[in-house]
């Protein structure tokens, strides 16, 4: 029986798919996920009710209400239609009887706990040492805000979505690919798709190029990847002349939603793509593709390459539009939490500082050397300071709140503060009406409406991401959004003749708008007005 030796003694030069070498590993670094879990809850705080949190929220709450949002409730229940997580954890509310915001905070750590797990799981596959290993978790841990290049995801949000399981089991897919384990594979990538078509999607494409690059047919790779950029452009050549409906040209060209196209990423995103495709490429000069980390790298680039061809030729501002449900971009979220476990482990394993070392034939003309000294306060200092950098950057991308919006917590933000009110003081079927752009001002943290306040509204610029993956939601969100654009300038005549026939019966008014209107709530962000009596 042949054995294979590697060629180099750097850590990850290890033999093609063998196990690790410390196949059980000691009680504390099976614990280290679990301890490192509510620090990742101090550091990059919880915002449940936030961004895509309150999108799935109001679906989940939808599920246990039906009777909720009785004028857009197809806003609501976009994800609820493609994902069984918000099915999940609104059986869980019934089951258990306890407050969704408890369900959603435990659902939260959990999803921590299982992302670390998984990071720390993958690094066992490819890192012998115990110091790489953990070097890899604790990166994880510390990056789980780090944006991904412009396509406005973060390795793991700090609120729960389907994508808070979906990454994890994207991991632990490719751990079990590098094992050749091909039936957990398939059940993961299985709950992958489930949670979330589209990551999973994504997850599936990563781990049938890294079987073909661990099968050593790497050229069958290649051509699977040109196969996808074809059909793509055969696709793009084809809806070339499809008429594109003005509203729906109009929901993916808001500024928020420039995300979407390459073409207009600010010009210090692109380099989140570049870069990370270029360490791969530097990472594969050091390693062999045989290897476990060599064939992660080759994948990474490949998938990578793909991706970013398809999204700067075939998904332009201008349309076709028919690839932007895709969002072929994404794919580097997997990519990124890839690279970032490669990262950890090879920094503990390859930092080293050069110390003098005075010989002791330096009487007779012999030359002092540097002798190389492997530092491990080096990369825990890297990590300390990773740590500190990601907690001060928390408050800066969340200003309007707690850093932790626990429940039971009275909130802070003023925002926040009006949508509880308006839950316990007005109609359960009110439909309110407020300027769009209300998501995004300063101070708001894209803090969920519906979710909050438990009422409907008329669609607004955060809808614009819904309508964009449902095409069929732009017509009536287009009409909804530019009702309400200039909400705050008009006479109170003009209100009720603009908003009432869209079945809005309440409005939120800027401090500074002029009314006559009853207002029973205001504060220094928003007041409260009944528009019908």
Not at 65 to 86: D, E, G
Not at 425 to 452: K, S, W
Not at 521 to 529: M, S, T, Y
Request: hydrophobic share 50%; charged share 15%.
């Amino acid at each position: 029986m042949t054995t294979f030796t590697p060629t180099s003694s750097h850590p990850l030069h290890q033999p093609r798919w063998s196990p690790p070498r410390n196949p059980s590993p000691p009680a504390t670094e099976k614990l280290l996920p679990l301890l490192l879990t509510p620090l990742v809850l101090l550091v990059h705080g919880y915002h449940p009710f936030a961004n895509d949190g309150g999108l799935y929220v109001a679906g989940i709450r939808h599920i246990l209400n039906p009777a909720l949002y009785p004028r857009n409730a197809a806003f609501t229940t976009a994800f609820t239609h493609r994902s069984v997580f918000p099915w999940i954890l609104a059986g869980l509310a019934r089951l258990t009887h306890l407050p969704l915001s408890v369900i959603l905070l435990a659902a939260h750590l959990i999803s921590i706990g299982l992302f670390l797990f998984a990071a720390s799981r993958l690094a066992s596959r490819l890192f012998p040492g115990r110091s790489a290993r953990a070097c890899a978790t604790l990166l994880a841990a510390a990056c789980c805000a780090l944006p991904v290049a412009g396509t406005a995801l973060v390795l793991m949000d700090p609120y729960v979505t389907a994508r808070s399981f979906s990454t994890p089991l994207s991991l632990l897919a490719v751990a079990a690919t590098l094992d050749r384990r091909w039936r957990a594979t398939l059940f993961l990538i299985g709950l992958a798709l489930a949670i979330h078509p589209l990551m999973g999607a994504d997850a599936a494409a990563f781990v049938l190029l890294l079987a073909l690059v661990l099968d050593r047919r790497i050229r069958i790779a290649v051509v699977v990847c040109a196969a996808a950029f074809v059909l793509t452009g055969a696709a793009f050549v084809l809806a070339h002349d499809v008429p594109v409906d003005p509203a729906y040209r109009e929901a993916v060209s808001l500024a928020p939603r420039s995300f979407l196209f390459l073409a207009r990423w600010r010009w210090y995103e692109v380099p989140g793509l570049l870069l990370p495709l270029a360490l791969f490429a530097l990472a594969l000069r050091r390693v062999r593709i045989a290897t476990s980390a060599g064939a992660l790298c080759l994948t990474s680039i490949l998938l990578g390459i793909t991706a970013l061809l398809i999204a700067a030729c075939f998904v332009p501002p201008d349309g076709p539009y028919l690839l932007v449900p895709l969002q072929p971009l994404r794919s580097f979220h997997l990519i990124y939490c890839v690279g970032v476990i490669l990262c950890g482990g090879s920094l503990a394993a390859s930092v080293r500082i050069s110390v003098p070392h005075i010989s002791p034939s330096l009487a007779d003309g012999g030359r002092s050397r540097s002798l190389p000294f492997r530092s491990s306060w080096v990369p825990g200092a890297i990590l300390v300071l990773l740590f500190a950098a990601m907690f001060l950057v928390e408050r800066i991308e969340w200003p309007g709140g707690r850093r932790l919006e626990l429940p039971g917590l009275a909130p802070a933000n003023p925002y926040t503060q009006a949508f509880l009110w308006i839950r316990t003081h007005t109609p359960a079927r009110a439909v309110f009406a407020f300027n769009p752009d209300i998501v995004y001002r300063p101070g708001e943290d894209e803090q969920g409406f519906r979710a909050l306040s438990e009422r409907d509204q008329l669609a607004d610029d955060k809808d614009a991401g819904v309508a964009a993956v449902i095409p069929s939601l732009a017509a009536p969100w287009a009409a909804q959004r530019n009702a309400g654009s200039s909400i705050d300038t008009m006479s109170d005549a003009e209100r009720r003749a603009t908003l009432t026939p869209l079945g809005a019966t309440w409005i939120l008014l800027s401090p500074a708008a002029s009314t006559a209107l009853p207002c029973p709530f205001h504060n220094r962000a928003v007041r409260v007005c009944r528009l019908v009596p």
